[in-house]
């Protein structure tokens, strides 16, 4: 992890200085690509040339873990509906699956702190393909569209209850960022040129909450959000164990790790950790909802310039996503009332990402078209 932070450095300002150049000159109105443009002008700082090179095949990384907090009745699902969606995934069943192969991107699931046993062991309930985890070592360079990997890193099986006790120990802490590097550095050796963050865990959308409470400030009611969807009843009680949680442990934003020990989750500090090896690569990762966002306010307590390989990939309908990426100034690329989770909304966003970039490798400029300016 200090290796990772140590390599995080600012977006390169004179290569974002020439792509504004660069579009200006385009056959196109000055802004009519809207929220692209700027979103090309920060690829290009990050990769530290104009134009960027066109993003590499896309691949998620889909950080699986389960939650002590799940005790407290937040969330209708039975616990073991995490490994069941692993395994899901693993065959090609779940929603990531088919916006994977809609995009041509790799899905990799890490099982960072799933309860139960071995992630991917139990038969699948998924029609099409058998469930064939790889085994754990080098994730694969094969072609995007190959069966889903599993990564087995577990950390612990599952948080301890937040209301009750720290989720985690630092040493967990810190041990599943080093997860989310590992899996982000290697996806990135094997050829992947754009990461984007996935999740599965039954009730995360609390910690959740809790994080982008602890690190934004905002009161628990405004990031707290139905998840996979509740009742009012239930919504109340959530509200009330994510404030419990804080009043309990007070978490300081300036200490990060003390944050996600205190409130976290293990697929949320992978999370981060996974943003954090984006940025130290110069990689752009597509942030998804409200998990991934957490993820994401960590990685920026953590290093502050992170947040230049940080695209969000939509808003997410959870309010503490919206909240999180204010703080993070993050511009949503698509808002289509998804909550979901997986890297869904992400995944659906890998497009836009490369034809912002397309557009300064091929649209013609004024001059070389012989269209007149203004
Ligand atoms: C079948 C199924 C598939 C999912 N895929 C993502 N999630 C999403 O919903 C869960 C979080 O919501 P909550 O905090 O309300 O439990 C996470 O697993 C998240 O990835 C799913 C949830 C379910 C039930
Ligand atoms: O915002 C998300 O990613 C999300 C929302 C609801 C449930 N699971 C995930």
């Avoid at 699986?64 to 090609?92: F, R």
């Avoid at 990762?285 to 994401?296: E, F, P, Q, S």
Wanted: hydrophobic share 50%.
């Amino acid at each position: 992890m200090r290796e990772t932070l140590a390599a995080i450095r600012p977006l390169d300002t004179d290569a974002m200085a020439a792509a504004r150049a660069l579009h200006a000159r385009l056959t196109k109105p000055a802004g009519s690509l809207g929220t692209l443009e700027e979103l090309s002008v920060r690829l290009a700082g990050l990769a530290g040339t104009c134009p960027p090179p066109l993003p590499g095949p896309a691949a998620v990384g889909v950080f699986a873990g389960d939650h002590g907090v799940h005790a407290q009745g937040v969330t209708p699902w039975p616990q073991e509906v995490t490994a069941q969606m692993v395994t899901n995934i693993l065959a090609g069943g779940a929603v990531i699956n088919a916006f994977a192969r809609q995009v041509g991107a790799r899905v990799t699931v890490v099982d960072v702190g799933v309860a139960g046993p071995p992630a991917g062991a139990t038969p699948g309930p998924a029609g099409g393909a058998a469930a064939e985890p790889a085994p754990a070592g080098p994730i694969g360079a094969g072609p995007p569209g190959d069966a889903p990997e599993l990564v087995q890193a577990r950390v612990r099986a599952g948080t301890r209850d937040m209301t009750v006790e720290p989720a985690l120990t630092r040493d967990e802490v810190v041990a599943a960022v080093a997860v989310g590097i590992d899996t982000a550095d290697r996806l990135v050796d094997a050829g992947a040129g754009l990461l984007v963050t996935g999740d599965m865990g039954i009730a995360n959308t609390t910690p959740a909450a809790a994080l982008v409470a602890a690190f934004t400030g905002a009161d628990p009611l405004d990031v707290t959000g139905r998840g996979t969807g509740i009742d009012d009843g239930t919504y109340e009680r959530k509200v009330a164990v994510v404030r419990a949680a804080l009043a309990r442990h007070a978490p300081d934003p300036a200490d990060p790790v003390g944050v996600l020990a205190a409130v976290g989750g293990l697929e949320h500090a992978a999370l981060a950790g996974f943003v954090l090896a984006g940025a130290a690569r110069r990689v752009p990762v597509l942030v998804d909802g409200v998990i991934a966002a957490a993820g994401a306010l960590a990685a920026a307590a953590l290093a502050p310039d992170a947040r230049g390989a940080m695209v969000a990939g939509h808003r997410s309908a959870e309010p503490g996503a919206t909240v999180a990426l204010r703080h993070l100034g993050l511009t949503p690329l698509l808002d289509l009332g998804m909550r979901l989770g997986e890297g869904s909304g992400a995944m659906l966003a890998v497009p836009v990402v490369a034809a912002a970039v397309r557009v300064l490798h091929e649209v013609a400029t004024f001059d070389s078209a012989g269209v007149s300016s203004k």
